[in-house]
């Protein structure tokens, strides 16, 4: 097993096996979403080549975004009061009028 000290994700687990393979796999039980970043070595690729292109994998992949999303709590109300305030800005924005009507 590979093990490579500078790989932390949160919740995420990250291991390689036979030196060819590195694996984030994230669960998350409340949405029924799981995320699996797999990565195979290249020929002649240093570690932290590999490191490289396994981190930008994982932040495409939305892994990131999502652990930092779910890392607290947050009530049913607060998420509604997000996605209206969301939902009333997009408003404003499509009500205002564009520099390109003006000229």
Do not use: W
Request: charged share 35%; proline share 2%; aromatic share 6%.
């Amino acid at each position: 097993m590979l093990e490579v000290s500078n790989l932390h994700f949160g919740s995420c687990l990250v291991h390689s096996s036979q030196y060819s393979v590195l694996t984030c796999l994230s669960v998350h039980v409340s949405q029924r979403r799981v995320f699996v970043v797999k990565l195979r070595l290249r020929d002649n690729e240093s570690v932290n080549e590999a490191v490289r292109r396994f981190r930008k994998l994982v932040e495409h992949a939305g892994v990131k975004k999502e652990m930092r999303k779910r890392e607290f709590y947050e009530k049913p109300s607060d998420i509604r009061r997000r996605d209206r305030r969301r939902a009333e800005m997009r408003a404003r924005r499509a009500n205002q009028p564009s520099e390109l009507e003006a000229t």
